[in-house]
């Protein structure tokens, strides 16, 4: 029962420490930046809510919030389009070919990103992607499709055979068996590999930054970035776009946490 509560305690204390910056960040948002220098950690004397709507209209929000949704929705799409396709081929490949593929895939996460920066956008340039979300869209997939291949092709074992086999003697082909048996029963494994794509991609800012320099196709937090950097004197409407920035994330949380849960536990119990 004493670990029990200690345990909450820490819980608590664990969830104080991450909570109160984006509080104080909440309530400076609404601040002038006269009363956020003189006291940071007080309750505004007045609600500036006119913070909001010129940082809306300065900052372009609607456009760039706009450019995430979709660099997000296609490229975490397509990489769980291709990371399943692939991974399915690896699962039931014989002999040692799947291993040596899978180990392929597996030494390419250790690489670390900065020391493929600069060819990446050597590469980018030579093939007109760059300003491009298309051309985000296909690196994104590049580097992601990795680790959630892994994912997939763990899942993808314990699958019985049977399975397909049955589907193929009723005259099912590679395509059908794969979309319509196999895709099916990966809802659990999909349903993480989504919302850490989904959040890894939509708080991307290092390859937005290498491969973005025109306004009009900018992400959501590069342009916090820009923003935050012309505004770096006013901090209360700086904060405001940190704010701007962290609600769609917060709204997606909320919406998949429980899809988060059964997912890691699906693939605990499959693992």
């Known amino acids: ?5 200690i345990g909450e305690i820490v819980a608590v204390l664990i969830a104080l420490l991450f909570l109160l910056p984006i509080l104080f960040a909440l ?18 004397e007045t609600w500036e809510f006119g913070n909001y709507k010129q940082v ?15 660099v ?3 490229g975490v799409g397509f990489t769980l389009l291709f990371s399943a396709m692939a991974a399915y081929r690896i699962s039931r490949m014989k002999g040692s ?16 990103f900065q020391t493929i920066m600069i060819p990446l956008v050597k590469l980018a340039s030579e093939l007109n992607l760059m300003n491009s979300r298309f051309g ?12 959630t291949i892994f994912l997939y092709r763990g ?44 959040l890894w991609v939509w708080n991307d800012f290092i390859l937005s930054f ?10 959501l937090q590069l342009t916090v970035y820009r923003y935050f950097g012309t505004y770096s004197q006013q901090w209360n409407l700086a904060l405001v776009s940190l704010i701007l920035a962290a609600i769609p994330v917060l709204i997606i949380y909320l919406m998949l946490q429980k899809y988060i849960i059964k997912g890691v536990a699906a693939g605990a119990v499959k693992g």
């Open 97 to 112: 070919r799947g291993f040596w593929l899978l180990m392929f895939f597996t030494l390419s996460m250790m690489v670390p």
């Open 136 to 147: 985000l869209v296909l690196m994104i997939v590049a580097l992601f499709s990795p680790f």
């Open 72 to 74: 997000t929705l296609f």
């Open 1 to 5: 029962m004493i670990r029990r509560s």
């Open 27 to 44: 309530l400076n948002s609404f601040k002038t930046n006269g009363e956020m220098l003189r006291s940071f950690v007080s309750w505004p």
């Open 210 to 219: 290498l491969m973005l320099q025109r306004e009009n196709v900018m992400t």
């Open 56 to 70: 809306w209209k300065d900052m372009h929000y609607p456009r760039a919030l706009w450019n995430t949704v979709l």
């Open 155 to 198: 899942f993808m074992t314990q699958l019985p055979a049977e399975l397909e086999e049955a589907a193929r003697i009723d005259g099912a082909n590679v395509y059908q068996t794969f979309f319509r048996i196999i895709v099916p029963l990966l809802l659990p494994v999909t349903a993480t590999a989504a919302v850490l794509n989904v």
